[in-house]
């Protein structure tokens, strides 16, 4: 058995259209999601129990423990597969924390790979990957994808070309429960009743002939009221982002990173420039996208 490692894209929403709170405490929702080229990466190697060693640069907040997604995902497929959960996990953080990026989600995609590969599995992870959580299905997946239900529903979506990004860091996170929580507290103060969450014909057309300003138009986030609503700052970072010459800009899902689309490889580097001069973030990254998902190096 040698050390297997898994690399795994952070995504970003194009759109999250929120639904009524149903009666389990989630919400229907329409996500597009889109992998981008912000990576984590989890390397599984062969050991007489379960352990976990995270690095990175900015790994505050991340759990080093049982509860660690990463851990938990080792520790359902071995279940599933009647093997003891053996291996020593390490995860490289390069995607930020509680950011809305889906990390997390990420790091447990990618340990379902490793552990599969290290095991020497041949099992589908996708039903493994959704009782982990709505999002990691789609960090298996990577691409573009329509997400229905809670969100682990996936439809693959057709892209033409690849997209420029732009992703301002905020410092500390936002924790997702609280942003649905302010969401649905917004929502009852203004006497909202949201419909169905439906994907946006007009985003789908921009993606599908790979019109940049046409998806900069579409972008989407109805979580978006209720970040500013919990952090005012990011407010701020949009507006220099859009005043820089950004063809959209959004919180990207619950937040607190914000997400800029620039129409070229180079815009985005002018971007990320402007960005940081400006001073309204932590850091600012360019990415592109889509990506492929989880997949062994
Ligand atoms: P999402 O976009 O899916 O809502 P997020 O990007 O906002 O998620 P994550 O980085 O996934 O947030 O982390 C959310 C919380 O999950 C963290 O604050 C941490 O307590 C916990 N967590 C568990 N495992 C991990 C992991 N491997 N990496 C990061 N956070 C983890």
Known sequence: MTPVTVRVPAKVNLQLAVGPLRDDGFHDLANVF??????????ASPADSLTLRVEGESIE?????DDNLAARAARLLAQQLGVPAHAALTIRKNIPVAGGMAGGSADAAAALVACARLWGADVDLRPLAARLGSDVPFALLGGTAIGTGRGEVLTPVQVSGRF??????????LSTPAVYAECDRLREARGERPGP??????????????DAKALGAALANDLEPAALSLRPALRDTLEAGRAFGALGALVSGSGPTCAFLADSA?????????L????VARSVVA???????????
Do not use: I, R
């Open 266 to 274: 180079d815009h985005a580097e002018s971007l990320v420039a402007a």
């Open 287 to 297: 990415a592109h996208g889509p990506v492929p998902g989880a997949t062994v190096l």
């Open 34 to 43: 889109h992998a981008v080229s912000l990576f984590d990466e989890v390397t």
């Open 164 to 173: 420029h990004w732009v992703f301002a860091l905020a410092d500390g996170g």
């Open 61 to 65: 907040g991340v759990p080093t423990g």
């Open 197 to 210: 969450p439906q994907a946006s014909p007009d985003l789908m057309a921009a993606l599908a002939a790979g």
């Open 276 to 279: 940081t001069e400006a001073g």
